[in-house]
């Protein structure tokens, strides 16, 4: 059976439940005909595997992948022990194995009419595309900013109420909107059927307004099923749970009872007025008590079904001044193309560089703005493997992002081409063998080659080479010889960019040897395909 790629997520019934839909009525029809014909004749296996091939001839616009059919195994298993368990529930498995598929899963068989979706603002797009993927349903996102975020909901609510179409069931929201009260206020007063909460080691620090803001919000919504997603070890640490706990057992946990769920599950101490942690005790009766109602899966425990390598592609978005910077020289590359400069000349080259450093990273050219990417890298790096291989183009942002992760106490270390030879072995060995050590970044066209770097299964390639050999040769670094796990690449691009326009080619040439064509023809079509959407995007 086809397997995609993850792309790789109360039990009192809710009243707003959709009604029956004609969807529903011809399934029923569809089942009656299937009884009527298993009584008249004996349908073959092969007449069986064709039916469920020809269901993918009925997938909505944008579906790629069947909810009934596409889920591995032991997706399915999770699946149907969050419904079995018909409360709120934690999934912990660990970043890479599908947890999202999982919960779009649930969502729709559970069917409710509003379900919302709270994850950081970098994953709201990778989000919405994997919504559509799985159901072909293209979901409510919020608005950036704060003064009309919550403004799509009420729009398709509106049309909804004015057309009878059914607006999506999903609404995808970043936590930080939970620092606003007039934004609580408002979302409060939906009721909610299902709240998924995605990365909610976010809200572990019960002292901060955003996480202050969700537990007022869901002391509201009792009667909304919650779930709670994250694939950072916080089940290390009961300080850490303690605040998900709060949320999916807010009955048994509170802020009065913090201080006796510490005492009985670590050795603790107050430091500055807040406790710390210092170990664990009781660990199999604080597992035992948090399994009943969650469930946790390491990547080495699914490898048989899990192919060697897999690819999670992460949609990004710009803010506000990173884009309108991008869009200045995406406007210039059109007005240099208009007038007949080439592709060749220094300048235009210098420009489509300057164009990818924008879209990476606006401090490689000494514009102070957020970065869209980076910001996601770093989230990655704080909640995401105990080892990651970061791959970049530009040695220049690999030392941009090198100065953060210093500055952050992240053990790690780089391998430019700034950097000697015998260095550069020495670092590779630090970064095999020393458990310390998290994150080794590198350049594709130096790290890429000649190293083994299998203490990680997880790499991202923040921006790719124009060749595919060249970005499969650095992958490979990890995809080798005493590799114990399935290689997770993360390709984060952000949305309508070059990113896009190289990755859809690269993609196109996968399966031609390079000898067929060169860089610089990969160049010219990315070059094409972002004029046109460089006319767009600068004149929208």
């Given at each position: 059976?086809?397997?995609?790629?993850?792309?790789?997520?109360?039990?009192?019934?809710?009243?707003?439940?959709?009604?029956?839909?004609?969807?529903?009525?011809?399934?029923?029809?569809?089942?009656?005909?299937?009884?009527?014909?298993?009584?008249?004749?004996?349908?073959?296996?092969?007449?069986?595997?064709?039916?469920?091939?020809?269901?993918?001839?009925?997938?909505?616009?944008?579906?790629?992948?069947?909810?009934?059919?596409?889920?591995?195994?032991?997706?399915?298993?999770?699946?149907?022990?969050?419904?079995?368990?018909?409360?709120?529930?934690?999934?912990?498995?660990?970043?890479?194995?599908?947890?999202?598929?999982?919960?779009?899963?649930?969502?729709?068989?559970?069917?409710?009419?509003?379900?919302?979706?709270?994850?950081?603002?970098?994953?709201?797009?990778?989000?919405?595309?994997?919504?559509?993927?799985?159901?072909?349903?293209?979901?409510?996102?919020?608005?950036?900013?704060?003064?009309?975020?919550?403004?799509?909901?009420?729009?398709?609510?509106?049309?909804?109420?004015?057309?009878?179409?059914?607006k999506s069931r999903y609404f995808i929201l970043n936590y930080d909107t939970f620092r606003a009260k007039k934004h609580t206020d408002i979302l409060q007063d939906i009721p909610w059927g299902l709240i998924v909460m995605d990365e909610a080691h976010h809200i572990r620090n019960a002292e901060?307004?955003?996480?202050?803001?969700?537990?007022?919000?869901?002391?509201?919504?009792?009667?909304?099923?919650?779930?709670?997603?994250?694939?950072?070890?916080?089940?290390?640490?009961?300080?850490?749970?303690?605040?998900?706990?709060?949320?999916?057992?807010?009955?048994?946990?509170?802020?009065?009872?913090?201080?006796?769920?510490?005492?009985?599950?670590?050795?603790?101490?107050?430091?500055?007025?807040?406790?710390?942690?210092?170990?664990?005790?009781?660990?199999?009766?604080?597992?035992?008590?948090?399994?009943?109602?969650?469930?946790?899966?390491?990547?080495?425990?699914?490898?048989?079904?899990?192919?060697?390598?897999?690819?999670?592609?992460?949609?990004?978005?710009?803010?506000?001044?990173?884009?309108?910077?991008?869009?200045?020289?995406?406007?210039?590359?059109?007005?240099?193309?208009?007038?007949?400069?080439?592709?060749?000349?220094?300048?235009?080259?210098?420009?489509?560089?300057?164009?990818?450093?924008?879209?990476?990273?606006?401090?490689?050219?000494?514009?102070?703005?957020?970065?869209?990417?980076?910001?996601?890298?770093?989230?990655?790096?704080?909640?995401?493997?105990?080892?990651?291989?970061?791959?970049?183009?530009?040695?220049?942002?690999?030392?941009?992002?090198?100065?953060?992760?210093?500055?952050?106490?992240?053990?790690?270390?780089?391998?430019?081409?700034?950097?000697?030879?015998?260095?550069?072995?020495?670092?590779?060995?630090?970064?095999?063998?020393?458990?310390?050590?998290?994150?080794?970044?590198?350049?594709?066209?130096?790290?890429?080659?000649?190293?083994?770097?299998?203490?990680?299964?997880?790499?991202?390639?923040?921006?790719?080479?124009?060749t595919p050999s060249s970005n499969n040769q650095a992958i490979d670094r990890l995809h080798r010889p005493g590799q114990k796990n399935a290689v997770q690449i993360i390709n984060p691009s952000n949305e309508g960019s070059i990113d896009q326009s190289l990755d859809n080619i690269l993609k196109?040439?996968?399966?031609?040897?390079?000898?067929?064509?060169?860089?610089?023809?990969?160049?010219?079509?990315?070059?094409d395909d972002l004029r046109r959407q460089a006319s767009m995007m600068a004149f929208r």
């Open positions: 059976m086809y397997r995609p790629y993850f792309n790789f997520g109360s039990s009192t019934e809710c009243s707003t439940c959709n009604p029956k839909t004609i969807e529903d009525f011809c399934q029923e029809e569809v089942e009656d005909l299937q009884e009527n014909d298993e009584e008249e004749t004996n349908v073959t296996e092969e007449v069986s595997l064709a039916t469920l091939e020809s269901i993918r001839t009925f997938l909505k616009k944008g579906q790629e992948f069947d909810l009934d059919t596409d889920l591995y195994d032991y997706q399915q298993e999770d699946v149907d022990a969050v419904l079995e368990a018909d409360r709120n529930f934690l999934i912990l498995s660990e970043m890479g194995t599908g947890k999202t598929p999982e919960i779009i899963k649930i969502a729709e068989e559970l069917d409710y009419e509003n379900v919302l979706i709270l994850c950081p603002k970098t994953l709201r797009k990778e989000w919405e595309r994997q919504i559509i993927q799985w159901t072909g349903d293209p979901p409510l996102i919020c608005n950036r900013g704060s003064t009309k975020r919550l403004y799509p909901f009420f729009e398709a609510l509106g049309k909804e109420l004015k057309t009878g179409k059914p901060t307004k955003t996480t202050r803001g969700i537990l007022d919000f869901l002391q509201t919504q009792r009667r909304a099923r919650i779930i709670c997603l994250t694939g950072s070890p916080v089940v290390n640490s009961p300080l850490d749970i303690y605040t998900l706990l709060m949320v999916i057992r807010p009955e048994a946990h509170t802020m009065k009872t913090r201080y006796e769920f510490l005492d009985r599950y670590s050795y603790w101490a107050p430091r500055m007025g807040k406790p710390k942690v210092f170990g664990i005790k009781n660990r199999v009766e604080f597992q035992e008590y948090i399994g009943d109602f969650s469930i946790r899966r390491l990547k080495k425990d699914i490898l048989s079904s899990l192919p060697d390598k897999y690819r999670r592609e992460v949609t990004l978005e710009m803010g506000e001044k990173q884009l309108k910077h991008y869009k200045t020289l995406a406007t210039e590359l059109v007005i240099r193309m208009d007038g007949g400069e080439t592709i060749s000349s220094p300048g235009m080259l210098s420009l489509i560089t300057r164009l990818r450093q924008m879209n990476l990273d606006p401090a490689i050219l000494g514009i102070n703005c957020d970065s869209s990417k980076t910001d996601f890298l770093i989230e990655l790096v704080l909640d995401g493997p105990s080892k990651l291989v970061v791959f970049s183009t530009f040695a220049t942002y690999i030392d941009l992002v090198s100065r953060q992760l210093t500055g952050m106490d992240v053990n790690h270390v780089t391998v430019t081409g700034r950097v000697d030879v015998d260095e550069r072995l020495k670092r590779v060995k630090t970064f095999q063998e020393d458990p310390h050590c998290q994150v080794i970044l590198g350049t594709i066209k130096t790290m890429g080659e000649g190293i083994t770097l299998t203490a990680a299964s997880d790499v991202v390639l923040m921006d790719r080479w124009w196109e040439k996968s399966g031609i040897t390079d000898a067929l064509f060169s860089e610089n023809s990969i160049v010219a079509e990315v070059v």
